[in-house]
C-alpha cells in the first residue's frame, strides 16, 4: 500500500474542478450543499455546508462523502449497500430522501432531508451535487446536539413511519423484527423501550427490555421473562393495552396503590428499576388478534409524554403488529412443514455389524419443505437397500412427489430384487405416468455381507452426485462408476451397474448437492472441500464424523440437505491374523 495522500496533494488534485465557478455556485444556495465528483469524493463545498457540519472546507475536500458524513440514527457507521443517497448516486439520477443523518465534527448525529441531481464539475468531469436541509428537532436547554429530541416535526413523523414499515417488513424472523423496531424508536422517541408478547398459548412474555444511554443500546434481561395472565377487567393501562383496549399514558404514580393483578406488580417493579418517569403504552395488534404492547419510557429525557405522542405510537403498533403476524405466520408454516417432512423421512433399519446414520436440514430461507430424500430398507434376500434422491423444487409438490417415489422404488426393490439399474430403468419408466414428479436424482444400491465377512456395495447413479467413500486412514475415492442420465427425461437408455467391494472400518458417505453446492462455488470445488474435510475426519465416530462435516462443508442456509452414512466394521488386528 501507498502512503497515505496529504492534505496539500488532495487539495491539489482537486483544483481543477475545484474553480472558483463551482463554488460561487455553491455559495449562492440557501443551504449546505456540496458537490462530489464519479468517486463519490467531495470536490467543492459552501460556506453554509461546513458551518452545519462543524467542518472547514480543507476538512472536507477530497474526502469520500458517504465515509465521512453518512451515519444510521444511532451514529453508526452506514454500509455502503444500505445507503439510499449512496443509491441514487449511482443510478445518475435526480433523487430525494427525506431523513437521514450526518456526522457532527464534534460526535453528534444530524437528521437531515437531501436531494441530489446530476452536476457538471468543470474540467470536462461529471459529478453530483448535493443540497441537504439540518431538519428542525428542538433541543432542552444544555443538551447535546447529537441526544435525541422528543418532538418531531410532521415530516420526521411521517419519515419515520416509512422506515418502520420498510425496516419490519423486510424480516420474517421475530426476534429479528423486535430489534430493529428498538434501534428505531431509541434514542429518537424515548430511552427505554419494553415489548410485551402474547404467545400462541395466550400467556404473556416480555420479550424487550432496552435502554437507550447515549449511543450504546443496553438489553436488561433480568427484567425480562414470563409475566402474568391478562386480567379480564383490570383498567390499568399495561393491562388495558394487552387486551387490545386503549393506548394510555403512565407514570410510576399510575402503579403506587393497591395492585389489582400480577401485572400491575411486574409494572410497579419495571418502573422502580428503570427510573421511568413517563411512559406511553400502546397495544400491538394485527387484523386478527392482538399480538402485545409497546411501551417507550422517558427516565433521562426532560420532556413527559402527551397525548398527542400516541397517535404516532399507535402507528408505529400497528406496523410492528402487521410485521409480527407475517413472522410468526411464516414460522407456524415452517414448523408445520419440517414436521411434514420428517414424518415423510423413514428410520433407519439395524443391520448387524454395520453402523449408520442420516441427517436431513431443510433450506432456512425456502419453504422448509423440500424434494431431498433417503431410504434404507433390508430387502426379501438378506440384502440392505440404500437410496438417496432429489426432486427437483422446495415446495409441497416436491415433498409429495418424494413421497410418491420413495414408495414405488420400495415397491420395485422388493419384487425385482437386483440388479439396481432393473428397479431404477422400472422407476423411471413408471414416473410420468404415474407420479407428479418432473425430474429427480438418485443413487441406489444393495449392500450385501459377502462370504469372506466384506461387505459389498452395487448400485446405480442417475444423474445424482457420485458416493465418496473414506478409508480408516484417510483416503478418499469417489465412486463416479455406474452413472447414468437423471429420471424423468423420457429418453429410455440403458442404466450401468457398478460393484465394490468396501474396505474394513470404513465410511460410505451418500449426501445430496445442497451439501457441496452454492454460488461462487464450482462443483469441482464443493467437492474437493467435501473430500478434504471427509478425510480429516475419517477417524471421528460416525455421530460426530457427520455432524462435523456438515458443519464444515454445508453451504449457510442456501438449501436442504440429506446425508445417508454407513460405517462397515473392523477387519482382524494384523497381531491376530
Known amino acids: 500500500m501507498g502512503r497515505p495522500e496529504s492534505t496539500e496533494t488532495r487539495h491539489e488534485r482537486f483544483r481543477t474542478v475545484s474553480s472558483s465557478r463551482l463554488v460561487r455556485a455553491l455559495e449562492a444556495i440557501g443551504a449546505g450543499a456540496y458537490a462530489v465528483d464519479e468517486q463519490g469524493r467531495i470536490v467543492a463545498v459552501n460556506t453554509r455546508a461546513g458551518h452545519l457540519l462543524g467542518r472547514s472546507a480543507q476538512d472536507l475536500i477530497g474526502q469520500d462523502a458517504h465515509d465521512l458524513l453518512h451515519r444510521g440514527p444511532q451514529g453508526q457507521r452506514l454500509p455502503a449497500a444500505q445507503c439510499s443517497m449512496r443509491e441514487a448516486f449511482h443510478s445518475g439520477h435526480p433523487a430525494h430522501g427525506l431523513i437521514d443523518y450526518f456526522a457532527h465534527a464534534d460526535g453528534s448525529v444530524l437528521p437531515i432531508s437531501w436531494s441530489i441531481t446530476p452536476y457538471d464539475i468543470g474540467s470536462e468531469a461529471s459529478g453530483t451535487l448535493v443540497v441537504f436541509h ?85 438489553r436488561h434481561e433480568e427484567l425480562q421473562g414470563p409475566m402474568p395472565p391478562v386480567p379480564e377487567t383490570s383498567p390499568m393501562p399495561l393491562s388495558r393495552a394487552l387486551r387490545g383496549v386503549a393506548s394510555t399514558l403512565a407514570g410510576p404514580e399510575t402503579y403506587r396503590g393497591d395492585p389489582d393483578s400480577g401485572i400491575a406488580v411486574e409494572q410497579r417493579r419495571l418502573f422502580d428499576a428503570t427510573g421511568i418517569r413517563s411512559a406511553a403504552i400502546a397495544p400491538i395488534r394485527s387484523t386478527r388478534d392482538v399480538l402485545g404492547a409497546l411501551t417507550l419510557g422517558r427516565a433521562g429525557q426532560p420532556d413527559d409524554f402527551t397525548v398527542t405522542d400516541l397517535t404516532l405510537l399507535e402507528d408505529i403498533a400497528r406496523r410492528t403488529g402487521l410485521a409480527l403476524d407475517n413472522a410468526r405466520l411464516y414460522q407456524r408454516q415452517r414448523a408445520i412443514a419440517e414436521t411434514m417432512q420428517n414424518h415423510l423421512l423413514p428410520q433407519m433399519p439395524r443391520v448387524p455389524d454395520l453402523q449408520m446414520t442420516v441427517r436431513y436440514l431443510p433450506a432456512p430461507d425456502a419453504s422448509q419443505v423440500g424434494g431431498d430424500w433417503y431410504d434404507a430398507f433390508a430387502l426379501s434376500d438378506g440384502a440392505t437397500a440404500l437410496a438417496i434422491g432429489d426432486v427437483v423444487g422446495h415446495d409441497l409438490e416436491a415433498a409429495a412427489g418424494m413421497a410418491q417415489l420413495r414408495n414405488m422404488l420400495r415397491a420395485y426393490a422388493w419384487s425385482q430384487q437386483k440388479p439396481p ?26 449392500l450385501t455381507r459377502t462370504g469372506g465377512g466384506r461387505w459389498e456395495l452395487s448400485w446405480t447413479n442417475a444423474g445424482h452426485p457420485p458416493p465418496l467413500l473414506i ?61 478434504q474435510h471427509a478425510a480429516a475426519l475419517a477417524h471421528r465416530p460416525l455421530t460426530s464424523f457427520t455432524d462435523q462435516l456438515l458443519q464444515r462443508v454445508r453451504p449457510p442456509g442456501l438449501d436442504d440437505v440429506a446425508l445417508l452414512v454407513l460405517r462397515t466394521p473392523p477387519g482382524p488386528h494384523p497381531d491376530n491374523a
Open 471 to 531: 478409508t480408516h486412514d484417510g483416503l478418499t475415492e469417489y465412486l463416479t462408476d455406474g452413472h447414468g442420465i437423471l429420471l424423468g427425461t423420457g429418453a429410455g437408455a440403458g442404466r450401468p451397474d457398478a460393484t465394490i467391494t468396501l474396505p474394513p472400518d470404513s465410511t460410505l458417505l451418500l449426501y445430496t448437492d445442497g451439501l457441496i453446492e452454492a454460488p461462487g462455488r464450482t462443483l469441482d470445488e464443493g467437492m474437493n472441500e467435501l473430500r
Open 134 to 218: 439540518i431538519l428542525e428537532r428542538p433541543h432542552p436547554a444544555g443538551a447535546h446536539p447529537g441526544e435525541a429530541a422528543q418532538t418531531l416535526t410532521d415530516l420526521e413523523r411521517l419519515a419515520l413511519l416509512a422506515e418502520t414499515t420498510t425496516q419490519l417488513t423486510s424480516t420474517l424472523d421475530v426476534d429479528e423484527a423486535l430489534r430493529r423496531l428498538v434501534d428505531l424508536v431509541l434514542p429518537r422517541l424515548a430511552d427505554w423501550a419494553v415489548i410485551d408478547l402474547i404467545t400462541e398459548r395466550d400467556e404473556v412474555r416480555r420479550a424487550v427490555v432496552v435502554q437507550a444511554d447515549g449511543g450504546t443500546l443496553i
Open 421 to 446: 439399474s432393473r428397479i431404477v430403468s422400472r422407476l423411471d419408466e413408471a414416473i410420468m405416468p404415474i407420479t407428479d414428479v418432473a425430474m429427480a436424482t438418485l443413487i441406489f444400491a444393495r
